[in-house]
Nanobody, 114 residues
Framework: QRQVVESGGGLVQAGGSLTLSCATS????????MGWYRQAPGNQRELVAE??????YYADSVKGRFTISRDLPTNTMYLQMHSLKPEGTAVYYC?????????WGQGTQVTVSS
């Protein structure tokens, strides 16, 4: 049983919007941080946005267009993406950081057509 599952990816035109979801199993609790990463073909995986109990961080490339949020009772995390650009095409991964382990999902593909 997967402990971290991303969903919501798909094909969208430039300028469009998508919302990604990251569902976590009940065995993961009290995360220190939850984040979204992405990896485009031939590129390294990069941090897109991260949220803790006190702050939300965004990469410069997505500031003002993406919003990260989480629902604590269900330990579900979201990434609202607006004004998407073709360079945003990548596999988006969810990472859950706890005191003892880093959990990663298998990713969801986002493709932005020009």
């Amino acid at each position: 049983q997967r402990q971290v599952v991303e969903s919501g990816g798909g094909l969208v035109q430039a300028g469009g919007s998508l919302t990604l979801s990251c569902a976590t199993s009940e065995s993961i609790f009290n995360p220190k941080a939850m984040g979204w990463y992405r990896q485009a073909p031939g590129n390294q995986r990069e941090l897109v946005a991260e949220i803790t109990s006190s702050i939300a961080y965004y990469a410069d490339s997505v500031k003002g267009r993406f919003t990260i949020s989480r629902d604590l009772p269900t330990n579900t995390m979201y990434l609202q993406m607006h004004s998407l650009k073709p360079e945003g095409t990548a596999v988006y991964y969810c990472r859950i950081n706890t005191a003892v382990y880093d959990y990663w999902g298998q990713g969801t593909q986002v493709t932005v057509s020009s």
